[in-house]
């Protein structure tokens, strides 16, 4: 039983409109001056890895453009990037892109400072010391990876998203300048979007940190609901919940864009100390088996979830209806709890979220294998509010088809 928690981020976080311009001065700041940036060719084409190369370039510092990132990465692209990076032997790694971009560049910092396979990495608390310094410049808004401790890969022979979970995986500076998701296109604002979403909902509605299974001054890969985490997670909740739809429909909307870069660092901040728990652990296998962004596997799990949930976080699930605008006057606490899943419904349907599993190819006689794989995730298991047996996550999946 734990009796205290703790908190922590990137080592700096910048965040602002225009704040692009500064990578390079912030960088020199903290001694880098030969970087090995991790991106993809679409960030290449959209004009931002030029931008963030000139300002590298005007502070000094030497710099080698990997351009072969990927959506939901492959363990193979990781190792390719290192054997990359190694022949650059760079002091510092930048990662340039969603999350994706910037996992793989985790993965990089990792295999340069202690070698080996990504695999024996996996799992939490298995990366024995500091990584390369690491750089994160979020272009979706999104998985919070520029502040979290996480990098997801996809093993593809085992069809599951494989987690990499260390406090040292935290990058050293995360720059966040809403601007470079002016461009994202418009289902990525909605995948990446809803994630922010799942990952603020999963915090608030986590396993409390003294109910949390684990001793004090044990490292644990999440903290449970704590005070502080709380209050990150209602504010991404109110700012994801205000601007989701609007940056969806209209991706010019710069105060949308604005709010949403927002909303989803702070929710990464939420979750990389709190928790995600059963809507992550329910998509890292479906993910892994058919073809699914992260954040729209998640988008469609999170109300099956919460239904499941709700017995017990009653009083949360009332306060997400409110943050998310939610109309509850004269309401009971029940009531109030319902209207935050019918809120979450509205906007995953507003954006165009599938919300079946059918719809993703996913076959029934499927769900008994998928629902196995995600009980075998047993810190996501064990963050999460109520305890499922493996029959509950097959309920909820059939749910869900
Ligand atoms: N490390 C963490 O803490 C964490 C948390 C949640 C999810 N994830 C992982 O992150 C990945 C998903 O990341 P994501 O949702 O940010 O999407 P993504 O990184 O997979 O990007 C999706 C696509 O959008 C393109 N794109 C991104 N930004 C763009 C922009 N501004 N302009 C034009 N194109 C753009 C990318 O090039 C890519 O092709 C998954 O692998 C997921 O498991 C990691
Ligand atoms: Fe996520």
Redesign the pocket.
Known sequence: MRTSWSFRSAGQLVFGRGAASQIGTLARRIKLSRLFLVT????AS?G?VERVVVSLADAGIQVEVFQG?????AVTTAIKAADLAAQFAPDGILGL???????LA?IVAVLLAHGGQPAQYFGFDNVPGQVLPLVCV???A????EV???????DTANQI?V?TLSQY?RPALAVVDPA??????QK?TA??GI?ALT?AIEAYTAIDFNQLDAQDGVPVAYEGRFPLGECLAEKAILLIGRHLVKAVQDGSNTAARDGMALGATIA?LA??NCA?ALV?ALEYPI?GAVHV???AGNGLLLPYVMRYNLPVRSAAFANIAMLLGETCFGMSEDQMAERAIAAVERIRAAIGIPQRLRDLDVRREQLPALAEKAFAIKRLMGTNPRQPTQADLVEILNQAF
């Open positions: 993809d060719q679409r960030l959209a931002l990132g990927e959506p939901e990465p892109g969603g999350g994706s971009n910037m996992d985790k979020p272009t979706t999104g998985t919070g990876s979290s401790h996480a990098a997801v890969l996809t998203k987690s995986l470079f998701t002016d461009g994202c296109p990525v995948d990446s994630d990952h990464g979750f990389s995600v992550h993910g962004s992260h954040g």
